[in-house]
Structures are given as C-alpha cells and as structure tokens.
C-alpha cells in the first residue's frame, strides 16, 4: 500500500531541511520524492528545468523511432505542413 503525505514548505538558503512524518506513518522502507517548483519569477525556465524534466529522454525506449534526427525533422516538417 502507498500512503501520500503532502507537506508544504518553502526551502531555506542552507537547502536543508528536516521532516517530521505524522505518527500513523509506519516505520520501516520509504520512499521520498521531492518536488521543486523551478519557475522562476519572470515565467521563464531554464535548460536544467527542461533537463530535470519528464519530457527530457521520453522516447529513449522507443524501439519504433529507428534514426532520432529523422524522426525529429519529420515532425517538424508535419507539424510545418499542417500550419500553412
């Protein structure tokens, strides 16, 4: 069984931080995923936000994609055909 815990925070200057669980959390393997909301003030992000995230390497296990850089002109080629 996989129990969420949400705990809002905001991240101090020395990055580090302790988190106290609730009681009825058991003890034993955990799991901890922490999330970062990486936009910046001014909306923009930046190539490591874009890096970190699920869209970089989505496709790697593909097996039906054969030649990347083909694959990604022929998108973008559709996508130009489609446009006009």
């Given at each position: 069984m996989v129990r969420r815990?949400?705990?809002s925070t905001d991240v101090p200057a020395d990055r580090e931080?302790?988190?106290?669980l609730p009681n009825d959390v058991p003890v034993g393997p955990a799991e901890i995923v922490v999330l970062v909301n990486s936009t910046q003030e001014n909306g923009t992000h930046?190539?490591?936000d874009l890096?970190?995230?699920e869209f970089f390497g989505?496709?790697?296990d593909r097996?039906?994609?054969g030649d990347s850089i083909e694959f990604a002109e022929r998108l973008r080629r559709d996508a130009w055909s489609r446009s006009q």
């Open positions: 815990v949400e705990i931080m302790r988190i106290t930046t190539l490591g890096a970190g995230s989505m496709w790697k097996t039906d994609i």
